[in-house]
């Protein structure tokens, strides 16, 4: 998959390859990422996504294919000459030095004079808001201070572009969330491009500017956080990111299908879906809405939703929301979100019938069972 993007890209991978052995690491990758851009490499663990960022660092060299920078080939340019920095989950600051000197290091072997050292090494402290443990050394830090102390040391001589591999990692849920807004605040101050690894969902949701999402070494999904939720391009995408429903149903004309007694409409597809092909139906719980039977006659179904009747199974409080799933006549099972406070309970047992708009019904013709089977 590749962006369409009309400036010139700052790093571009093309057909980028890594095999160990028989086994294919990165399959043949093709990405442009611009000048200033957060993008991050979302997948599970083994598809890939290490490697990829590893052939951009340079630690790790392509079985096949080419990465640019400014257009220009960094193949055969050796790590420490690729302007890039670079943060692990793995600190490795160096215990017996301060948080001064370990974040000065980089500046101290490029042999930067020591004034204009000791102004940049303040000002990223003043960045990473670490000014009052510099002369600490790194085994008095907590894991989040450890971690700042790394990013600064990373961005301390200006690289063009900082690839980080699961940074966070290691810490708790709420210095993670804290540290992921330090850190969109220094990208979005420094404007420096950033190549993120995580196989956190959430925190590629609030970090990134695009995502590009692996699977088995291949890029299967690539755009920003809400294009990749609200439209995934494959059944892979909408099953891995967020909660769906699938209805495996069949075509009975272009944009409508049958299911049980109802036929279900959706758009028209770029590619037209073929009639009678077996089709996915994909909707987000929080576009199904519940209504009780006596609510379902008072509101007529307009034409463009679609409906379900079913029978409520559960419904289970989680604070802001409640879930509730229902299952039809054939045993097809639907989840349904809404929030607290503009519902009550349904009691399990209930009829009821189910509704979504025809806008937020997603279509697959391509499509495997392992897809959308969780792991
Ligand atoms: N040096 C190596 N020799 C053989 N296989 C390797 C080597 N390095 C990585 N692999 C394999 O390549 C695949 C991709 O690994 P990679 O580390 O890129 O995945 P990842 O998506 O970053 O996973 P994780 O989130 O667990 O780090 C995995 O199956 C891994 O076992």
């Known amino acids: 998959m590749t962006t369409q993007q009309s400036s010139a890209p700052l790093v571009t991978l093309k057909l980028l ?3 160990y052995g028989r086994f294919t ?4 990758i093709n990405l442009e990422i611009q000048q200033g851009e957060f993008l991050t490499f979302l997948g599970s663990s083994g598809s890939g996504k290490s490697t990829t960022l590893s052939m951009i660092a340079g630690f790790e060299t392509p079985t096949s294919g ?3 920078l400014h257009n220009k080939s960094l193949i055969n340019v050796p790590s420490h000459k690729r302007g890039i920095g670079m943060v692990f989950q793995h ?31 303040d000002d990223i402290l003043k960045l990473v808001q670490l000014e009052d443990f510099a002369e600490r050394p790194p085994t008095l830090l907590s894991g989040g201070q450890k971690q700042r102390v790394a990013i600064a040391r990373a961005l301390v001589y200006e690289p ?5 591999d699961e940074p966070l990692g290691a810490l708790d849920k709420k210095l993670r969330e804290d540290l992921q807004d330090e850190l969109r605040q220094i990208h979005k101050r420094l404007g420096i491009t950033i190549i993120y690894v995580t196989h956190d969902q959430d925190e590629a949701m609030r970090l990134s500017e695009r995502i590009a999402i692996f699977k088995e070494g291949e890029i299967v999904g690539l755009g920003s956080g809400r294009n990749l939720y609200d439209s995934p391009p494959n059944a892979f995408v909408a099953s891995f990111l967020g909660n769906s429903n699938f209805i495996k149903v069949r075509a009975v004309s272009t944009s409508e299908a049958q299911f049980e007694q109802q036929t279900l409409k959706f758009r028209e597809q770029t590619t037209p879906i073929k009639t009678q092909a077996d089709i996915l139906l994909m909707v987000r719980p929080e576009n199904l809405h519940v209504l009780s039977e006596q609510q379902a006659e008072q509101e007529p179904l307009t034409v463009e939703m679609n409906q379900i009747a079913a029978t ?26 809404y929030i607290s406070k503009d519902h009550c ?15 937020h019904t997603n279509v697959y013709d391509q499509w495997k069972q392992s897809d959308i089977t969780k792991a």
Request: net charge neutral; proline share 3%; aromatic share 6%.
């Open 66 to 68: 080419e990465i640019l």
């Open 91 to 121: 600190y490795s600051l160096f215990p017996h030095m301060s948080v001064r000197d370990n974040i000065g290091f980089p500046l101290d072997i490029r042999k930067t004079p020591k004034a204009e050292r000791n102004k940049k090494v």
């Open 345 to 359: 309970e349904i009691a399990a047992g209930t009829d009821i019938v189910v509704r979504w708009n025809v806008n």
């Open 25 to 28: 690491a990165v399959n043949k």
């Open 160 to 164: 063009e572009i900082l690839l980080m």
């Open 17 to 19: 390859n890594k095999e």
């Open 312 to 337: 409520v199974e559960e419904t289970v409080f989680l604070g802001e929301s409640y879930t509730c799933s229902v299952v039809t006549e054939s045993g097809q099972r639907l989840m349904s979100k």
